[in-house]
């Protein structure tokens, strides 16, 4: 039944079908014309999760959100503290100790959370995958791809919704729809259980608020991420110049 092509994507299809169908129904969403998907990072992949993607999903709509790769940092940073502490570099695990026992330089600019070489490192793979992701799915996808900036959806949650439903061809005209999703955006599980996790770190950081960088980047960060991803900031329209 794989046609003598390779088994693995046929395989993956037919468990993704049954895991996002079964999960649909337990929603009590899985009458016909239902459209289900799947939300998944793929900073480690960049491109290649589109080109897995299609593998295994060749007629598939794909949605590319994408972060202002300072606040990506911040939040990448912050989540090694509190969920991957044991994967820090000695330099990392001097920074959270000296954020844990006093936040204020590193909340107000005076000290990085970052080492010079990590935030290039961050710099380097926000750029390479924004770009490759977008080259690959541009190139795969044509129509069938759609980008939306994170911030956009905070800020004009309704609006930055309902076009990207009318890309999915879902009906937005649903009853207590708009009051649905006013309540979910007053929801952040994962700070919660960041915050239960690392108390004395979370509390200090409101997780997924929309330019933090600026209060804690430093003078030499700002240098670093804008020589490493100044140009990609300026095309996603983060920025309109280098002058930040």
């Not at 990506?72 to 695990?93: K, T």
């Not at 100790?97 to 710099?123: V, W």
């Amino acid at each position: 039944w794989n046609r003598g092509r390779d088994l693995s994507p046929v395989v993956l299809r037919a468990a993704s079908d049954f895991m996002m169908e079964r999960d649909a129904r337990q929603a009590g969403k899985g009458s016909p014309g239902c459209v289900v998907g799947d939300k998944s990072p793929n900073s480690l992949l960049d491109g290649e999760a589109v080109r897995l993607m299609v593998k295994i999903y060749p007629e598939a709509r794909l949605v590319f959100i994408v972060r202002d790769g300072r606040d990506a940092a911040v939040s990448h940073r912050f989540q090694a503290f509190i969920d991957r502490p044991q994967h820090l570099s000695p330099e990392g695990l001097r920074i959270r100790q000296a954020f844990s026992k006093n936040p204020e330089p590193f909340l107000t600019g005076q000290r990085s959370i970052f080492t010079e070489k990590e935030l290039r490192l961050a710099a380097e793979g926000w750029v390479h995958n924004v770009v490759d992701t977008d080259q690959a799915a541009r190139e795969l996808l044509g129509e069938r791809y759609y980008t939306l900036r994170y911030e956009d959806m905070l800020a004009l949650p309704w609006e930055s919704l309902s076009k990207l439903w009318s890309f999915l061809g879902v009906d937005p005209q649903v009853e207590g729809l708009q009051q649905t999703l006013a309540d979910e955006m007053q929801q952040n599980p994962d700070a919660d259980w960041q915050h239960q996790k690392s108390a004395e770190i979370a509390a200090s950081l409101q997780k997924g608020r929309r330019g933090t960088w600026r209060e804690l980047f430093t003078a030499r960060d700002r240098q670093i991420f804008k020589q490493a991803a100044g140009d990609t900031l300026i095309t996603w329209g983060y920025e309109n110049n280098l002058e930040w």
